[in-house]
């Protein structure tokens, strides 16, 4: 699924314009990044929750020559699940009810 195909699909569920509702969509992934940029975790009550964590460095092979480098320590964001999520995804179910 795509960010259009999701704004789409909640304009029509809450009745916003779809312009309105990119604005929305726009502002809460703009708030995730910048929580994240900022050293702050974002928990998200029945989906899951959003930290940065930090790599060490290692030695890895760049796949294209073939040869060995130095991959530098590094911040990466990762999401965990929540159960309720997981369990959705499961049985194939929607956490959230999208309908009106």
Not at 37 to 45: D, E, M, P, Q, Y
Not at 46 to 62: H, L
Not at 68 to 86: I, Y
């Amino acid at each position: 699924m795509t960010k259009s195909e999701i704004i789409s699909i909640v304009a029509e569920g809450t009745g916003l314009t779809k312009v309105e509702t990119a604005a929305v969509v726009d502002g809460f992934l703009a708030t995730i990044s910048y929580s994240l940029a900022t050293g702050k975790n974002v928990t998200l009550r029945g989906f899951g929750s959003f930290r940065v964590v930090e790599r060490s460095g290692r030695r890895g092979v760049n796949p294209k020559t073939g040869k060995e480098m130095n991959v530098p320590p590094h911040k990466a964001p990762v999401f965990k699940s929540s159960k309720e999520l997981r369990r959705s995804v499961e049985d194939g179910l929607s956490v959230v009810n999208l309908e009106t």
